[in-house]
């Protein structure tokens, strides 16, 4: 079955594809907070917060692409998240984390240390561009989603959105130089 359909049986009050959806896309929406973030702990509620608002709207729900309607709603909870914290960028990274969300695994303690800082030293290098390039970043390179989609996610255009991923990159690169991580 997929997404519409799905979507009209829980309209239709067959509320246990609700838990279907959140299984298909709940790991894209905490990996997406946790980069927005840096906190694992902090996503998971931002997470949850991200499918507690899809239930409350499922109703109004009108677009063919369902991860990029929850992906759009994860970006709202983050933004809402950091606005009233207001401690955007000292969240730090609890625990190294890979792409995937799982912890780093590995035969050599010393090989697991070092992924564990260049993973870490990549987090914090996204923590510190502006959130709507790094918004961008994480969307097409961590999501998967196209430039286009991103712009129907975000709301802007498919130029501004190559804009920011370029620029957003640019600054990433440099910072990252200065850290010296292309070095290790």
């Known amino acids: 079955m997929d997404d519409g359909q799905m979507i009209e049986?829980?309209?239709?009050?067959r509320k246990e594809y609700l838990?279907?959806?959140?299984?298909?896309?709940y790991d894209d929406i905490y990996r997406f907070c946790c980069y927005q973030t840096g906190s694992p702990d902090q996503s998971y509620d931002l997470a949850q917060e991200t499918f507690?608002?899809?239930?409350?709207?499922?109703?109004?729900?009108?677009h063919k692409n369902l991860k990029g309607y929850l992906l759009a709603i994860a970006m709202n909870v983050c933004r809402?998240?950091?606005?009233?914290e207001k401690k955007r960028r000292s969240v730090l990274w609890d625990s190294p984390l890979n792409p995937e969300g799982e912890c780093i695994g590995g035969d050599a303690a010393s090989e697991r240390v070092l992924r564990a800082e260049r993973i870490g030293k990549v987090r914090e290098a996204l923590l510190?561009?502006?959130p709507m390039q790094r918004e961008v970043i994480v969307l097409h390179c961590c999501s998967g989603l196209t430039y286009r989609e991103?712009?129907?996610?975000?709301g802007?255009?498919?130029s501004t959105v190559k804009s920011r991923m370029k620029q957003g990159t640019e600054k990433l690169k440099k910072m990252l130089r200065k850290e010296?991580?292309?070095g290790e």
């Open 19 to 25: 838990n279907t959806i959140a299984e298909k896309y």
């Open 156 to 158: 802007a255009g498919t």
């Open 128 to 130: 510190r561009l502006p």
């Open 150 to 154: 991103i712009g129907a996610v975000t």
């Open 9 to 13: 049986q829980i309209r239709q009050g």
């Open 52 to 62: 507690l608002r899809f239930i409350r709207y499922v109703d109004h729900y009108r």
């Open 180 to 182: 010296d991580f292309y």
């Open 80 to 84: 809402d998240y950091f606005h009233c």
